[in-house]
């Protein structure tokens, strides 16, 4: 599963399915607008 969170956006769904912070790898991705793209996978 994963999730995409735009810069300085809240986790919500990430909280909304109750995942522990520290089996999240975050990834940053800076896109052709130069704008910081988080994504977050995690185990269900």
Known sequence: MKCVI???C?????LKK???WDKI???EIINKNKE???Y?????
């Open 18 to 20: 109750k995942i522990r």
């Open 40 to 44: 977050f996978s995690f185990k269900k």
């Open 36 to 38: 910081s793209l988080y």
């Open 6 to 8: 735009f810069k300085y």
């Open 10 to 14: 809240n986790a919500l769904c990430l």
């Open 25 to 27: 790898k975050k990834t």
